[in-house]
């Protein structure tokens, strides 16, 4: 039969010609101008041409995409769906976070797509009285967008094809996770097709991450320009100048091949994108195809933007964790839980309480009060917050008695000393009221350098640090503490391996116990009664007080000043 007869028989009895996801999209699919900065018709980059025919490939049964921001993402989302509808008419569910999130992706992205791509917008019935902006009906199936947060929706009709957007977002209900209830109801169909797509969030707790450890962890290999060595993108080697006063040039910023050393440009990196493959780095998963990428990818995102990111981001956890998730397409793992064993007790150094280093301008102590005991430690100070632990103590007893505050009251009077001669006693001593409150209230008015303390939040939901000094109860200086924004703090300071500002000197005389009470926590996330996402300090070991010492010796220091005297700041 002639090829042209072909092509009318086909189309007289309603047959067209089976194409590929991805051959699909580039003959069929127009960018809405609303919704793509690359408004018009469909060209897909280097790297999307892969997960497109793996999604419309009958050998593959799950695609995993573990991607980072200004990717394409969406818009494969988008053309599997237009796909689904034009070409093998399905029953398809879009599973987001919230249904309010599925009402704004049907509004904002949908619906510019069925108007601008016309062989969808035939098939839409949107003058059906069932058709709503979260279910759509065509010949041959329908399209229903569901909110994670809407469990009733999750498990009623077969689904042959589950799309989970934001997959990490999405939540846990009374039956069960929302992803697990989605999947369920497409076990009915031999020939299924499962996609999940998300940046990741928290180590240990990204629901994209194991599933892209199940996959066959394909990762885009792209060529060096100068040696032609396949490599795979990483921030690590982004490169650029740092002047001695510490200002950033990101003028300079460019690649460094892993193998040869050059220097690649913006447009040396968008070439070498454009000519990359992707590899399995996994086998055993022929059925799950799992695709990781991160934003330096990204023609929407330069090297400088990405640089910019980083050095706004970095110093604020919340932020950075954005950073590592978004561009860096990795999940976070909170400060508190890097430092590898034994790494803070193995730098401790060779000095007394009366061979101090003469850096020290000033000593802090902080207390801690449980029923049997008081600890005590009693920290050094410098510029930029270079610190030194000179002594951690622990007075046992019973701290209803007036025998273990007497000893109490000597050790904070002890008399320190630089190898110089410089004699030196705590400046400033915070207590502790949490336990045992009117005892701590009568301790701290014996001396003018003893205050009362009270811990607030231990969330991020703002609370200052260290606020101004209160005077409560008959004169006692009380001061209370930000005990999120403290422990923050501190995790900082210990992070820092460089001798200088803001290190962490220990001396010889500290314990191990001492250091796995000073890493006892994590930061986790949870969220609020009122179902906001927030961070929170969390114990990983049942004893932390080494750790409350240090934020009280650190809240001590603030009050100061030594951030007021042109030092470094932390």
């Excluded at 569910?93 to 904002?108: G, H, I, N, V």
Aim: aromatic share 12%; with cysteine; net charge neutral.
């Amino acid at each position: 039969m002639h090829n042209s007869l072909k092509h009318i028989f086909a189309d007289s009895i309603f047959l067209k010609p089976r194409l590929s996801l991805y051959e699909w999209s580039e003959k069929y699919r127009v960018l809405s101008q609303e919704s793509s900065a690359l408004f018009g018709k469909f060209q897909a980059l280097s790297y999307q041409v892969e997960p497109m025919q793996c999604i419309s490939d009958p050998n593959i049964r799950e695609i995993v995409l573990m991607w980072g921001s200004q990717l394409g993402k969406s818009e494969i989302l988008n053309n599997t769906i237009g796909y689904y509808i034009h070409q093998d008419p399905s029953t398809i569910l879009f599973l987001l976070p919230t249904e309010d999130m599925a009402e704004d992706y049907s509004k904002r992205r949908l619906a510019p797509m069925f108007r601008d791509t016309k062989e969808l917008g035939e098939l839409i019935f949107d003058r059906e009285a069932n058709n709503t902006i979260l279910i759509k009906n065509f010949k041959g199936g329908n399209l229903a967008l569901v909110g994670s947060n809407s469990p009733s929706k999750l498990s009623s009709k077969p689904i042959k094809i589950l799309i989970v957007d934001e997959v990490d977002r999405c939540e846990n209900t009374k039956e069960g996770h929302s992803i697990d209830l989605a999947q369920k109801r497409t076990n009915t169909y031999y020939d299924r097709k499962i996609i999940k797509v998300s940046t990741p969030t928290i180590k240990g707790n990204s629901v994209i991450e194991s599933e892209y450890e199940l996959s066959d962890k394909r990762k885009y290999f792209v060529p060096c320009p100068y040696c032609s060595f396949l490599q795979v993108l990483n921030f690590e080697n982004i490169k650029w100048e740092q002047t001695s006063d510490g200002n950033h040039n990101l003028d300079s910023v460019g690649y460094e091949c892993i193998e040869c050393g050059k220097l690649w440009s913006e447009e040396d990196k968008n070439k070498a994108v454009s000519q990359g493959v992707w590899k399995a780095t996994k086998t055993g998963s022929e059925l799950k195809a799992g695709f990781f990428l991160n934003a330096l990818y990204s023609p929407f995102f330069t090297l400088k933007d990405i640089v910019k990111d980083f050095l706004d981001s970095k110093d604020n956890v919340a932020k950075f964790q954005v950073f590592v998730n978004t561009i860096k397409a990795e999940s976070f793992e909170p400060p508190s839980v890097k430092f590898q064993d034994n790494e803070l007790y193995n730098r401790r150094e060779n000095y007394t309480q009366t061979t101090l280093p003469d850096d020290i301008i000033f000593i802090t102590s902080g207390v801690d009060v449980q029923g049997d005991r008081i600890e005590i430690e009693f920290k050094g100070w410098a510029l930029g917050y270079e610190n030194w632990g000179i002594k951690h103590v622990i007075l046992y007893g019973d701290t209803k008695q007036s025998e273990i505050w007497g000893r109490l009251y000597k050790e904070l009077k002890d008399v320190f000393y630089t190898k110089k001669g410089r004699k030196l006693r705590s400046s400033i001593n915070l207590i502790d009221s949490g336990y045992n409150r009117d005892r701590v209230y009568s301790f701290v008015r014996l001396d003018s350098r003893f205050f009362a303390t009270k811990g607030l939040s231990e969330s991020e939901r703002k609370r200052d640090f260290v606020t101004p000094i209160k005077k409560v109860s008959n004169n006692v200086k009380l001061l209370t503490i930000g005990t999120y924004e403290g422990k923050s703090e501190v995790f900082k300071l210990l992070r820092v391996d460089e001798v200088g500002a803001g290190y962490c000197h220990f001396s010889q005389s500290y314990s191990l116990e001492y250091f796995s009470e000073l890493t006892a926590e994590k930061l986790v996330k949870t969220k609020t009664p009122s179902g906001y996402t927030t961070y929170r300090w969390e114990k990983i070991r049942e004893r932390n007080e080494a750790l409350d010492l240090f934020v009280l010796c650190l809240a001590g220091a603030k009050i100061m000043k030594l951030d007021r005297m042109d030092f470094v700041k932390i």
